[in-house]
């Protein structure tokens, strides 16, 4: 993976695993996640988006 890809691969993974937390606390798949939740967590713990 080259280093120009590394800041996209970071965003990428930080998502997943925001939607993996979340999935998995609910006891649903992360496809079931709405989109809005993903984005609530990060914001409510302080962090940009």
């Known amino acids: 993976m080259g280093y120009?890809?590394?800041g996209n691969s970071?965003?990428?993974g930080e998502a997943?695993?925001?939607a993996a937390a979340l999935a998995a606390k609910s006891q649903r798949l992360p496809h079931e996640v709405p989109w809005s939740e993903?984005?609530?967590l990060?914001?409510?713990l302080g962090q940009r988006s």
Do not use: I
């Open 4 to 6: 120009r890809v590394t």
């Open 38 to 40: 993903g984005t609530a």
């Open 42 to 44: 990060p914001a409510k």
């Open 16 to 18: 997943a695993g925001v």
């Open 10 to 12: 970071v965003a990428m």
